[in-house]
């Protein structure tokens, strides 16, 4: 019974760091509901009327989410600056609350500035978020100039929540939070090996299913992997370390997205296209499920369950003899003479299990230190060897990153932005209702948070506009059943809070929902609460999104075409710089930085694919533009997923002894980065005339190259493989992008 219940425990355990990597959203939903909940404690016990407890709750609310440093100190000095930013943000509430126009004149210079402030990283933005919310909340409660002392003391008490709530109650670490996410990641990559299992057995009317849960497997994966590569550099005290784990989770992800490639082409008539992972809808090749009877087949389906087994196995628990000799059989794959017989397709499958093995053995080794090799087989000990060799050779560097200057410098054009759209809100608000106008420049300012075009506020206008109206209702609802019970309706506005922070990530419509939820609750406390609040609520919303995305399309626009063709640009530029680093060190060049180049090339793709949101939304109406830029996209994901095994296998080069050195690499590189400077060239300026060029197969350019020369060393399939893939993927992107493709030369 006990080992049942630990299963059952460990499957929840798993379930929940897979579906919260880091249980950052847990934490972040605990911590401010945790700093509410001692800030209306201490006040009722000092005899705090409603309406200060309200301005506690708001007041430490806003002093947890704040703060974004990931060191514990640097928090704990922004939230020591942060308390006379809000006292100073709430008496200038209270002085300009009966001077209309000086008070508004002010309320859009803070804006501006608060805005303004995030040029200054994490603290600016901190601190402009406590300035901003906090005279909001003055604003919300009436403060006068008579109640200051009460309100000081209320916001001083808020900010002490806070404080004790984050380092004390709910403490957050670096190192705890990269300890999850390696859980998460964990978790993750056993989910996708499940899904790599039901591909195995799906039979033609799952097999869009099967595809579709791989798809999205491989893709919660790579958001884990660059959630932790993230976090490295803080939650780890050496910078080896870090490194080494940054190389062992770019392995697995490699590997285990690899393996279901080589599944899928298993039990295709034709070899799978990588773009079939990545682009949602793409066509599933031809063929059907393998042999259900055949005993290579089954032989396939235990190892998949014994690889599962291992991923789930955690770090700190001993591997077991029965572990050990399953580890075993499946590192013994990467020899040929272990393979068993079968097609050439379930054979390359076998491989995959192999070396999707080595990439568990290693991340095992990297996060829990050296493993017991009592029962390795030589197969083993020969990975243990080269992973040895491998962590040696890792070392460390480091890249300066430039800004742009005056109204071209982001947070410049977005402060001048959110002012002007917030000064309209503010007479627009206005003549809607003189008592809660300031709902219109709250939903303006929002817009511009983490916006960067006016298609993405656009998008995120109408997401708060729709989780405002359905949460107007709700308000209506829940003000019913609270009636005027203070500790009830509190209760309630914590669990919305909750809801808000756990559900900000994944969904803004449903944050508005929760915040608008408990906003209806707060207006029955403040016996402010009617219909036509919540009315007034929902059109001062519509307005101050609508204020936003003036602002945003005629006060220095910065247009969804503009925005994503920059970082398109961006992206190949990145991959150009993996991909010829990687081929120089394939070609016998000096060692670079693959790593810092994959990473750099990852969160450039990651900009790419939030900025496209505007464009792939499903309310788009153009929906032939909206598959050119999900085609697009997955086409550069396929790119990076080659770029980044050409780089994992550079790096094996002073270790690995099936790959060498070989100059003639250089011919097949230099064709691929011409074809991708062209595309870029072209997409920053459409006269570019250049041409795409394409011709022979790299392995054809390789023997072309020194016809009747020797070898200079061994190159694998896989990396010819690779090369050939992402050279059709860089000509594929000729076609969606308008870029003139030459005729293949003679």
Same mark, same amino acid.
């Given at each position: 019974?006990?080992?049942?219940?630990?299963?059952?425990?460990?499957?929840?355990?798993?379930?929940?760091?897979?579906?919260?990597?880091?249980?950052?959203?847990?934490?972040?939903?605990?911590?401010?509901?945790?700093?509410?909940?001692?800030?209306?404690?201490?006040?009722?016990?000092?005899?705090?009327?409603?309406?200060?407890?309200?301005?506690?709750?708001?007041?430490?609310?806003?002093?947890?989410?704040?703060?974004?440093?990931?060191?514990?100190?640097?928090?704990?000095?922004?939230?020591?600056?942060?308390?006379?930013?809000?006292?100073?943000?709430?008496?200038?509430?209270?002085?300009?609350?009966?001077?209309?126009?000086?008070?508004?004149?002010?309320?859009?210079?803070?804006?501006?500035?608060?805005?303004?402030?995030?040029?200054?990283?994490?603290?600016?933005?901190?601190?402009?978020?406590?300035?901003?919310?906090?005279?909001?909340?003055?604003?919300?409660?009436?403060?006068?100039?008579?109640?200051?002392?009460?309100?000081?003391?209320?916001?001083?008490?808020?900010?002490?929540?806070?404080?004790?709530?984050?380092?004390?109650?709910?403490?957050?670490?670096?190192?705890?939070?990269?300890?999850?996410?390696?859980?998460?990641?964990?978790?993750?990559?056993?989910?996708?090996?499940?899904?790599?299992?039901?591909?195995?057995?799906?039979?033609?009317?799952?097999?869009?299913?099967?595809?579709?849960?791989?798809?999205?497997?491989?893709?919660?994966?790579?958001?884990?992997?660059?959630?932790?590569?993230?976090?490295?550099?803080?939650?780890?005290?050496?910078?080896?370390?870090?490194?080494?784990?940054?190389?062992?989770?770019?392995?697995?992800?490699?590997?285990?997205?690899?393996?279901?490639?080589?599944?899928?082409?298993?039990?295709?008539?034709?070899?799978?296209?990588?773009?079939?992972?990545?682009?949602?809808?793409?066509?599933?090749?031809?063929?059907?499920?393998?042999?259900?009877?055949?005993?290579?087949?089954?032989?396939?389906?235990?190892?998949?369950?014994?690889?599962?087994?291992?991923?789930?196995?955690?770090?700190?628990?001993?591997?077991?003899?029965?572990?050990?000799?399953?580890?075993?059989?499946?590192?013994?794959?990467?020899?040929?003479?272990?393979?068993?017989?079968?097609?050439?397709?379930?054979?390359?499958?076998?491989?995959?299990?192999?070396?999707?093995?080595?990439?568990?053995?290693?991340?095992?080794?990297?996060?829990?230190?050296?493993?017991?090799?009592?029962?390795?087989?030589?197969?083993?000990?020969?990975?243990?060897?080269?992973?040895?060799?491998?962590?040696?050779?890792?070392?460390?560097?480091?890249?300066?990153?430039?800004?742009?200057?005056?109204?071209?410098?982001?947070?410049?054009?977005?402060?001048?932005?959110?002012?002007?759209?917030?000064?309209?809100?503010?007479?627009?608000?206005?003549?809607?209702?003189?008592?809660?106008?300031?709902?219109?420049?709250?939903?303006?300012?929002?817009?511009?948070?983490?916006?960067?075009?006016?298609?993405?506020?656009?998008?995120?206008?109408?997401?708060?506009?729709?989780?405002?109206?359905?949460?107007?209702?709700?308000?209506?609802?829940?003000?019913?059943?609270?009636?005027?019970?203070?500790?009830?309706?509190?209760?309630?506005?914590?669990?919305?809070?909750?809801?808000?922070?756990?559900?900000?990530?994944?969904?803004?419509?449903?944050?508005?929902?929760?915040?608008?939820?408990?906003?209806?609750?707060?207006?029955?406390?403040?016996?402010?609460?009617?219909?036509?609040?919540? #009315? +007034?609520?929902?059109? /001062? &919303?519509?307005?101050?999104? !609508?204020?936003?995305?003036? *602002?945003? $399309?005629?006060? %220095? @626009?910065?247009?969804?075409?503009?925005?994503?063709?920059?970082?398109?640009?961006?992206?190949?530029?990145?991959?150009?710089?993996?991909?010829?680093?990687?081929?120089?060190?394939?070609?016998?060049?000096?060692?670079?930085?693959?790593?810092?180049?994959?990473?750099?090339?990852?969160?450039?793709?990651?900009?790419?694919?939030?900025?496209?949101?505007?464009?792939?939304?499903?309310?788009?109406?153009?929906?032939?533009?909206?598959?050119?830029?999900?085609? #697009? +996209?997955?086409?550069? /994901? &396929?790119?990076?997923?080659? !770029?980044?095994?050409?780089? *994992?296998? $550079?790096?094996? %080069? @002073?270790?690995?002894?099936?790959?060498?050195?070989?100059?003639?690499?250089?011919?097949?590189?230099?064709?691929?980065?011409?074809?991708?400077?062209?595309?870029?060239?072209?997409?920053?300026?459409?006269?570019?005339?250049?041409?795409?060029?394409?011709?022979?197969?790299?392995?054809?350019?390789?023997?072309?190259?020194?016809?009747?020369?020797?070898?200079?060393?061994?190159?694998?399939?896989?990396?010819?493989?690779?090369?050939?893939?992402?050279?059709?993927? +860089?000509?594929?992107?000729?076609?969606?992008?308008?870029?003139?493709?030459?005729?293949?030369?003679?």
């Amino acid at each position: 019974m006990r080992a049942v219940g630990g299963s059952v425990r460990a499957r929840l355990r798993d379930l929940v760091a897979a579906s919260d990597p880091g249980l950052l959203r847990l934490a972040a939903g605990l911590r401010t509901v945790g700093a509410i909940a001692l800030t209306l404690a201490v006040l009722s016990l000092l005899g705090a009327d409603v309406r200060h407890l309200v301005a506690g709750a708001i007041a430490a609310m806003v002093s947890t989410f704040a703060i974004r440093e990931k060191q514990r100190g640097q928090q704990a000095v922004t939230l020591a600056l942060g308390l006379p930013v809000a006292l100073a943000s709430v008496s200038l509430g209270a002085v300009l609350h009966s001077r209309v126009v000086g008070g508004d004149l002010f309320f859009v210079a803070l804006i501006f500035c608060a805005v303004y402030a995030r040029r200054f990283g994490d603290r600016g933005t901190a601190l402009g978020l406590i300035g901003f919310q906090v005279y909001f909340m003055s604003l919300f409660v009436g403060a006068t100039v008579s109640g200051l002392p009460q309100l000081w003391g209320v916001v001083a008490v808020a900010v002490a929540s806070s404080a004790v709530v984050r380092f004390a109650l709910v403490p957050e670490t670096p190192a705890g939070i990269l300890q999850r996410l390696r859980e998460a990641f964990r978790a993750r990559l056993a989910q996708l090996v499940t899904a790599q299992l039901a591909l195995l057995d799906a039979g033609p009317e799952e097999i869009d299913k099967a595809v579709e849960d791989v798809r999205d497997g491989t893709a919660r994966l790579h958001e884990t992997a660059m959630m932790i590569q993230g976090r490295l550099e803080e939650g780890t005290a050496d910078e080896a370390v870090a490194r080494l784990v940054q190389r062992r989770i770019a392995d697995a992800e490699i590997a285990a997205e690899r393996l279901g490639l080589l599944l899928l082409t298993a039990r295709s008539a034709e070899r799978a296209d990588t773009l079939t992972l990545h682009l949602p809808g793409a066509p599933v090749p031809p063929g059907g499920p393998l042999p259900v009877q055949d005993e290579s087949t089954a032989m396939l389906r235990r190892d998949l369950e014994a690889l599962r087994l291992l991923v789930l196995r955690p770090v700190s628990e001993d591997l077991g003899t029965g572990l050990a000799h399953l580890r075993n059989r499946l590192l013994g794959y990467r020899d040929e003479e272990n393979l068993p017989k079968a097609s050439p397709g379930v054979q390359d499958v076998f491989r995959g299990i192999g070396e999707a093995a080595r990439a568990v053995l290693g991340l095992r080794i990297a996060l829990g230190g050296p493993q017991d090799d009592a029962d390795d087989t030589p197969s083993t000990a020969r990975s243990r060897e080269e992973l040895d060799a491998e962590d040696a050779a890792i070392d460390a560097g480091e890249e300066a990153e430039e800004t742009a200057a005056g109204l071209e410098r982001p947070t410049t054009r977005a402060a001048v932005q959110v002012a002007v759209g917030s000064a309209l809100a503010i007479v627009g608000g206005e003549f809607l209702s003189s008592q809660r106008w300031y709902w219109a420049v709250l939903t303006c300012w929002i817009v511009f948070i983490n916006t960067a075009s006016t298609g993405e506020i656009l998008v995120k206008g109408y997401r708060r506009l729709v989780g405002t109206v359905l949460g107007v209702v709700a308000g209506l609802l829940l003000a019913g059943l609270v009636g005027h019970h203070t500790w009830t309706a509190f209760a309630l506005v914590l669990l919305c809070v909750f809801a808000m922070f756990y559900t900000a990530p994944l969904s803004y419509t449903l944050m508005s929902f929760f915040v608008t939820a408990a906003l209806g609750v707060l207006y029955t406390l403040l016996h402010t609460y009617s219909l036509s609040v919540l #009315v +007034v609520r929902v059109e /001062e &919303t519509a307005l101050g999104a !609508a204020c936003g995305i003036i *602002a945003a $399309a005629f006060v %220095l @626009p910065v247009h969804t075409d503009r925005r994503t063709n920059d970082l398109l640009v961006t992206v190949l530029d990145r991959l150009a710089d993996v991909t010829e680093a990687a081929v120089d060190q394939l070609s016998g060049g000096d060692p670079a930085e693959l790593l810092d180049k994959a990473r750099d090339l990852d969160q450039a793709l990651a900009d790419l694919r939030t900025a496209t949101q505007p464009l792939t939304h499903p309310v788009t109406p153009m929906r032939t533009r909206r598959n050119t830029a999900r085609y #697009v +996209v997955a086409l550069l /994901e &396929t790119c990076a997923y080659h !770029a980044r095994s050409l780089a *994992a296998m $550079a790096e094996l %080069l @002073p270790t690995h002894p099936s790959i060498a050195a070989d100059p003639r690499l250089r011919r097949a590189g230099k064709r691929i980065l011409g074809n991708i400077g062209v595309i870029s060239a072209r997409v920053a300026d459409e006269r570019a005339l250049a041409e795409v060029e394409t011709g022979a197969s790299i392995a054809s350019l390789l023997e072309a190259d020194l016809p009747g020369g020797s070898r200079y060393g061994r190159i694998t399939d896989r990396v010819l493989r690779h090369l050939q893939r992402l050279d059709e993927a +860089v000509v594929g992107l000729a076609r969606p992008l308008k870029v003139p493709v030459a005729a293949p030369k003679r």
